[in-house]
């Protein structure tokens, strides 16, 4: 959701859950450059794969965070391969409504103008120009951002300044001082050996470790959990033999000319890629077959994963289903893999262990089954939500749509570049649908445009896809792309003689014609499709939305009796459902009749509702809309500083859409009325400082106290 908040600013830096060891002059260097006004607009740390370049830019950010009002935003971009996404994964990290047809450059550009935030692009060594040419055009763009990226090859960014990571130093022989390395071993091997110190029995070999592994970090972690299985001086005597080149990995093939991935452009960074990719086959060496096998087919995932999912993408053959959480739990132990340590525990690797599942992957010969796996798992999940869309359990998939957006993109890149298009019609209407109404519009019509370039067969599926682009267009504002598939989703809906789509195609219709202006041919439209039983798929959903479309339409026309009839309708059969999307609609209609009405406290009690239920969605244009409602009734109701407040969250929620209240004209002026009325009310200056307040706050902070009766 837009605006988490950790540690008390705004922005989407994850917590720490490991402690930060060392760099203390490179920290506070980094810290420095970040604080400093007048310092570099763009920032690089550059270092081999497994060198700690993230996590000191994540620290580093955390410490700076004062000094960017607008927040701290972290983009990971090592889920994506595709040229032209860097712009796209930008924007859904800062939570970006998508509501023009602007490139999402130019949207991320237009919202960033007059912020101050700090941008971490991680992993660009992906992506390197796409990261350069998108800096170079919001540091233009926007004078107070600031582009801080991490990379094994320098991205070249314009006016950068380079800052090189360097492996953590070592404990000498002949010195009793502790260095960072031997702490950072120390630190990690006590998880898994409670009691570990650095005694005189043990520093000598933890700084030989440690000095064989050139210092990475990476490398230190992945060999101290080895303690769990080996003492330390037979985890010394097999690293030992591993670099020497006497224990050797007995599996087919050479992957040492495919992972050079892991180290930077310079020759200095070879010795050091060879550590880490030494440490990680020898941490590959000790597992079991069958966890080696796991670990090859977890690498498909994008960003990260649950059980479940891994137990259906990687089960198969030798691999039983229930053998998968068993092996998990021990990878994790071995740290190839971390969770987050939550009841619903979600994994994820890092990206060099990745890269080695990967290329392992290969040479087995399973890449291409193992991701059909992957495609058929999202596909499968993507149409039961679907299924389920209008149901009580659409919180549910809602937010398992912007938790696994990285693996519904993956997988659905996948289905679109393979040569089956069966797979790709089918999950583009699925997930498209679910990404429409998550915020993910981009997604949606990148991946329907492709499709829908090339001839489909008839059927469910091609109209569902058609109707998807259509309602895309519609959120978009593109009303000529909405009204020319209205009519390609009408005539497929009567090709399958389903009653419910061809409804919904007159949906789209229907708003194209209410948001051009035509109230009275809306309608017509959106009256005329027979009233039939409420469906729990995506269609069933659109049948909601017809009847609060005309109930707007209607509204429009000061029919406020009809309209508020339709919206009570709606707000009854969806709670019956425990439906949130349309019954907040239907919530925020019923309030607006109500101030209309001058029953103050009704629209304030019922606007609260409508938050309640925005707030496990995503739907920021309504969630925002129901603030500045809120804040008028509050106002009228004689609460003139908590609808300061919510001005004060609304105009940040705003923000997010990419303009001020879609730009209409009517919303503009009711919101300016409103702040004038509460500014007469308690004054220019209690008003700044409640409006302030708001502003403050995050997204689920904002909408938590608008929801709220205190």
Same mark, same amino acid.
């Given at each position: 959701?837009?605006?988490?908040?950790?540690?008390?600013?705004?922005?989407?830096?994850?917590?720490?859950?490991?402690?930060?060891?060392?760099?203390?002059?490179?920290?506070?260097?980094?810290?420095?450059?970040?604080?400093?006004?007048?310092?570099?607009?763009?920032?690089?740390?550059?270092?081999?794969?497994?060198?700690?370049?993230?996590?000191?830019?994540?620290?580093?950010?955390?410490?700076?965070?004062?000094?960017?009002?607008?927040?701290?935003?972290?983009?990971?971009?090592?889920?994506?391969?595709?040229?032209?996404?860097?712009?796209?994964?930008?924007?859904?990290?800062?939570?970006?409504?998508?509501?023009?047809?602007?490139?999402?450059?130019?949207?991320?550009?237009?919202?960033?103008?007059?912020?101050?935030?700090?941008?971490?692009?991680?992993?660009?060594?992906?992506?390197?120009?796409?990261?350069?040419?998108?800096?170079?055009?919001?540091?233009?763009?926007?004078?107070?951002?600031?582009?801080?990226?991490?990379?094994?090859?320098?991205?070249?960014?314009?006016?950068?300044?380079?800052?090189?990571?360097?492996?953590?130093?070592?404990?000498?022989?002949?010195?009793?001082?502790?260095?960072?390395?031997?702490?950072?071993?120390?630190?990690?091997?006590?998880?898994?050996?409670?009691?570990?110190?650095?005694?005189?029995?043990?520093?000598?070999?933890?700084?030989?470790?440690?000095?064989?592994?050139?210092?990475?970090?990476?490398?230190?972690?992945?060999?101290? @959990?080895?303690?769990?299985?080996?003492? +330390? $001086?037979? =985890?010394?005597? *097999?690293?030992?033999? !591993?670099?020497? %080149? #006497?224990? &050797?990995?007995?599996?087919?093939?050479?992957?040492?000319?495919?992972?050079?991935?892991?180290?930077?452009?310079?020759?200095?960074?070879?010795?050091?890629?060879?550590?880490?990719?030494?440490?990680?086959?020898?941490?590959?060496?000790?597992?079991?077959?069958?966890?080696?096998?796991?670990?090859?087919?977890?690498?498909?995932?994008?960003?990260?994963?649950?059980?479940?999912?891994?137990?259906?993408?990687?089960?198969?053959?030798?691999?039983? @289903?229930?053998?998968?959480?068993?092996? +998990? $739990?021990? =990878?994790?132990? *071995?740290?190839?893999? !971390?969770?987050? %340590? #939550?009841? &619903?525990?979600?994994?994820?690797?890092?990206?060099?262990?990745?890269?080695?599942?990967?290329?392992?992957?290969?040479?087995?010969?399973?890449?291409?089954?193992?991701?059909?796996?992957?495609?058929?798992?999202?596909?499968?999940?993507?149409?039961?939500?679907?299924?389920?869309?209008?149901?009580?359990?659409?919180?549910?998939?809602?937010?398992?749509?912007?938790?696994?957006?990285?693996?519904?993109?993956?997988?659905?890149?996948?289905?679109?570049?393979?040569?089956?298009?069966?797979?790709?019609?089918?999950?583009?209407?699925?997930?498209?649908?679910?990404?429409?109404?998550?915020?993910?519009?981009?997604?949606?019509?990148?991946?329907?445009?492709?499709?829908?370039?090339?001839?489909?067969?008839?059927?469910?599926?091609?109209?569902?896809?058609?109707?998807?682009?259509?309602?895309?267009?519609?959120?978009?504002?593109?009303?000529?792309?909405?009204?020319?598939?209205?009519?390609?989703?009408?005539?497929?809906?009567?090709?399958?003689?389903?009653?419910?789509?061809?409804?919904?195609?007159?949906?789209?219709?229907?708003?194209?014609?209410?948001?051009?202006?035509?109230?009275?041919?809306?309608?017509?439209?959106?009256?005329?499709?027979?009233?039939?039983?409420?469906?729990?798929?995506?269609?069933?959903?659109?049948?909601?939305?017809?009847?609060?479309?005309?109930?707007?339409?209607?509204?429009?026309?000061?029919?406020?009796?009809?309209?508020?009839?339709?919206?009570?309708?709606?707000?009854?059969?969806?709670?019956?459902?425990?439906?949130?999307?349309?019954?907040?609609?239907?919530?925020?209609?019923?309030?607006?009749?109500?101030?209309?009405?001058?029953?103050?406290?009704?629209?304030?009690?019922?606007?609260?509702?409508?938050?309640?239920?925005?707030?496990?969605?995503?739907?920021?244009?309504?969630?925002?809309?129901?603030?500045?409602?809120?804040?008028?009734?509050?106002?009228?109701?004689?609460?003139?500083?908590?609808?300061?407040?919510?001005?004060?969250?609304?105009?940040?929620?705003?923000?997010?859409?990419?303009?001020?209240?879609?730009?209409?004209?009517?919303?503009?002026?009711?919101?300016?009325?409103?702040?004038?009325?509460?500014?007469?009310?308690?004054?220019?200056?209690?008003?700044?400082?409640?409006?302030?307040?708001?502003?403050?706050?995050?997204?689920?902070?904002?909408?938590?106290?608008?929801?709220?009766?205190?």
């Amino acid at each position: 959701m837009p605006g988490k908040t950790v540690g008390g600013g705004l922005g989407n830096l994850p917590p720490e859950n490991r402690s930060f060891i060392g760099r203390e002059i490179e920290l506070a260097r980094l810290v420095r450059e970040l604080g400093d006004p007048a310092g570099s607009r763009t920032l690089t740390l550059v270092g081999v794969g497994g060198v700690g370049k993230t996590r000191l830019a994540l620290h580093a950010a955390a410490r700076a965070r004062a000094a960017y009002p607008d927040g701290v935003w972290l983009v990971e971009l090592s889920a994506l391969h595709t040229a032209g996404l860097v712009p796209l994964a930008v924007m859904e990290a800062l939570r970006l409504a998508d509501q023009t047809t602007d490139s999402a450059t130019a949207a991320v550009a237009a919202w960033a103008r007059d912020k101050r935030l700090l941008l971490i692009l991680d992993s660009c060594e992906f992506l390197p120009d796409d990261c350069a040419a998108l800096a170079a055009d919001l540091t233009a763009a926007a004078p107070g951002l600031r582009v801080l990226t991490t990379s094994r090859a320098r991205p070249a960014l314009p006016g950068e300044r380079l800052l090189t990571v360097d492996p953590l130093p070592v404990s000498d022989p002949e010195d009793e001082k502790q260095a960072d390395a031997d702490t950072l071993f120390a630190e990690r091997a006590r998880s898994v050996v409670p009691g570990f110190e650095l005694g005189p029995a043990t520093r000598r070999q933890v700084a030989a470790v440690c000095r064989g592994l050139d210092g990475i970090p990476l490398a230190i972690e992945l060999a101290a @959990a080895r303690l769990s299985e080996l003492t +330390l $001086d037979e =985890l010394h005597t *097999r690293l030992g033999a !591993r670099a020497s %080149g #006497t224990d &050797r990995n007995p599996a087919p093939g050479s992957r040492t000319a495919r992972l050079d991935l892991l180290t930077s452009d310079t020759d200095e960074g070879q010795p050091r890629h060879r550590a880490l990719r030494t440490t990680i086959g020898w941490s590959h060496e000790l597992c079991a077959p069958l966890e080696r096998l796991l670990w090859a087919r977890l690498s498909v995932f994008a960003g990260g994963f649950r059980r479940d999912a891994a137990t259906w993408v990687c089960s198969g053959g030798p691999l039983p @289903a229930d053998r998968v959480a068993g092996l +998990l $739990d021990r =990878l994790a132990a *071995r740290s190839i893999v !971390r969770h987050d %340590g #939550t009841a &619903r525990a979600r994994y994820r690797m890092l990206d060099t262990v990745r890269e080695y599942g990967a290329d392992w992957l290969r040479e087995l010969g399973e890449e291409q089954a193992v991701r059909d796996r992957h495609r058929d798992h999202y596909r499968r999940q993507a149409r039961q939500a679907w299924a389920e869309w209008n149901t009580g359990r659409q919180a549910g998939w809602s937010a398992w749509v912007l938790t696994e957006h990285a693996n519904l993109r993956a997988a659905m890149d996948y289905a679109l570049d393979g040569p089956d298009r069966g797979p790709a019609l089918e999950m583009a209407g699925d997930i498209g649908f679910l990404w429409r109404h998550c915020d993910h519009l981009r997604d949606a019509q990148h991946c329907l445009d492709r499709l829908l370039a090339e001839e489909q067969p008839p059927g469910e599926a091609r109209t569902r896809a058609l109707w998807v682009r259509g309602a895309v267009a519609i959120m978009q504002g593109d009303l000529r792309t909405a009204a020319d598939h209205a009519v390609l989703c009408a005539d497929s809906a009567r090709e399958d003689e389903d009653p419910v789509a061809q409804a919904a195609a007159e949906y789209l219709r229907g708003t194209q014609l209410l948001l051009s202006g035509h109230l009275a041919e809306a309608v017509d439209v959106l009256a005329a499709p027979p009233r039939l039983p409420v469906r729990d798929d995506g269609f069933g959903a659109v049948q909601f939305q017809t009847t609060l479309t005309l109930a707007m339409a209607h509204q429009l026309r000061g029919e406020n009796d009809t309209a508020r009839a339709l919206a009570v309708e709606v707000r009854t059969d969806c709670a019956e459902r425990d439906e949130h999307w349309s019954g907040s609609v239907a919530e925020y209609l019923i309030a607006q009749d109500d101030l209309a009405r001058g029953d103050a406290r009704a629209a304030a009690r019922n606007a609260r509702t409508a938050i309640a239920k925005q707030a496990p969605m995503r739907n920021i244009v309504a969630a925002a809309a129901t603030l500045d409602l809120l804040a008028a009734a509050l106002a009228a109701a004689g609460e003139p500083r908590r609808a300061a407040r919510l001005l004060g969250i609304g105009s940040r929620i705003w923000e997010l859409t990419g303009g001020d209240r879609l730009n209409s004209p009517d919303l503009i002026a009711a919101r300016r009325t409103n702040e004038l009325h509460i500014r007469n009310g308690i004054g220019d200056e209690v008003y700044a400082r409640a409006y302030a307040e708001g502003r403050a706050m995050s997204y689920e902070e904002g909408l938590a106290y608008a929801a709220s009766d205190g």
